[in-house]
């Protein structure tokens, strides 16, 4: 059964940093791309930042130079480090399997300007 567990939200100033993590399980994660999604109030879900099996990572323009993905096989855990962290950013955050229709509670990211 797969399993996703995002954690590390929470309420942040603008120019403040969190780091999201998530806890995969159910399929073989060291061979598996991931991604990092987030949904807006009112907006529809957009993929932030995919990372590869072999650590080849990918990110929404709007990210860049901000955020960096990574992932720990050992550990099942993907990550989000969020650095200068914007208004814009708030939202709910999400990881997925990149070939898997299964989407976790996510994790709520709001930040205050």
């Known amino acids: 059964q797969v399993q996703l567990a995002e954690s590390g939200g929470g309420l942040v100033q603008a120019g403040g940093s969190l780091r999201l993590s998530c806890l995969a399980s159910?399929?073989?994660?060291?061979?598996?791309?991931m991604g990092w999604y987030r949904q807006a109030p009112g907006m529809q879900r957009e993929v932030v930042a995919r990372i590869s099996r072999y650590g080849t990572t990918i990110y929404v323009d709007s990210v860049k130079g901000r955020f960096t993905i990574s992932r720990d096989n050992a550990k099942n855990t993907v990550y989000l480090q969020m650095n200068s962290l914007k208004p814009a950013d708030t939202a709910v955050y999400y990881c997925?399997?990149?070939?898997?229709?299964?989407w976790g509670q996510g994790t709520q990211v709001t930040v205050s300007s």
């Open positions: 159910g399929r073989a994660f060291n061979i598996s791309a």
């Open positions: 997925k399997y990149l070939d898997y229709d299964y």
